[in-house]
């Protein structure tokens, strides 16, 4: 067998909504892109969505819109992606790391407590596999320390606290205590990259909860003109008669969603519900099939918890860094194509070259150097996942 790791499940329900949007003769951002944006508020309970280009164009637009720059620290996960933290980075502001709990995918919530400062301006949790972190704990830390944030904007003062923008890259169609990703952080970033369970090809969209005293309108309205270059119009908009005048209110980004793309989801977005339920089938065959192998899984379901199962992480239990490479090249000789989530940030030249040193984050060490990430996707057939178990139960 051959056996991708994660490719696009592309039906004709999304071809046909594509073919549509050709035929319309609107292609950049138009209808489909504010229809997309309406469907993923309602999904998420939210008032509003933006669709942009990515979740690291959504990330760091948030940052920008809440004001954080040079002189501010933004804290995030050691383990995980390099957008989460590079958009820190791009908006001048500072990267502060926090190591893993111990055996653990998410951030030791007390170093976390330890690691504001009155410099401190967001925290980016990240929802690692689509299992969200605990937002109930992040709130009770940055409310802790209320007493030292500093506003430095009108809606930092209007939150009054440090604001926990998610990492949600990895969680849409997850929820927590009841409540759907994009509906719990102050701030919620999606990504619909092609090997998202929802995908757009590239793209992404944030979220946020209503903030009393601040204008949704406005918050969508500085979102656009972030996207699209700091103009006052979008080419919806001039498209009026006699409508062609604009402004460049301040010279900005280029990230917006294009309606090729929204249309994209706005199909992926109809067979949802039946993809979530695919992927727990999955994962649940998973579980059940390596079960009395010394491997230690992520949980993807708990009494307040329903992942997304983004991703299956094994970790293989007393093993180091050799052994679980050569696990993968074995499996790659059997057809299956398998990956590692993640690499932490300081084992990167990038961050090295920041001043960041892995001896310091020796949780996040422990948890890479024997995960293991086997393919998770809605075109597995239930004997291509028995398939993937008995392979990796033969090398085990």
Known sequence: ???????????????????????????????KTK?????????????????????TAAMEMTLRLLGVGE?????????????????IHHVGAKIVLVDNAKDSFQMDYEKLGKAITERTKAIIPVDIAGVMCDYDKIFEIVNDKKNIFNPSNEIQEAIGRVIVLADAAHSFGATYKGRNSGEVADFTCFSFHAVKNLTTAEGGAVTWRDIPGIDNEEIYKQFMLYSLHGQSKDALAKTKPGAWEYDIVYPAYKCNMTDIMASLGLGQLQRYSEMLKRRKEIVKMYD????????DVLKHYGDDFSSNCHLYLVRLLDKDEDYRNKVIEKMAEKGIATNVHYKPLPMHTAYKNLGFDIKDYPNAFDMY?????LPLHTLLTDEEVEYVVEGLRGLL
């Open 1 to 31: 067998m051959k056996i991708p790791f994660s490719p696009p499940d592309i039906s004709e329900v999304e071809i046909n909504e594509v073919v549509d949007t050709l035929r319309s003769g609107w292609i950049t951002t138009g209808p």
């Open 288 to 295: 059940e099939g390596l079960k009395d192998c010394n491997v």
């Open 35 to 55: 229809l997309f944006e309406k469907k993923i508020a309602e999904y998420t309970n939210t008032s509003k969505a933006v669709c942009l280009n990515s979740a």
């Open 369 to 373: 150097k024997n995960e293991i990430t």
């Open 71 to 87: 002189g501010d620290e933004v804290i995030t996960s050691s383990y995980t992606y390099t957008a989460s933290a590079s958009v």
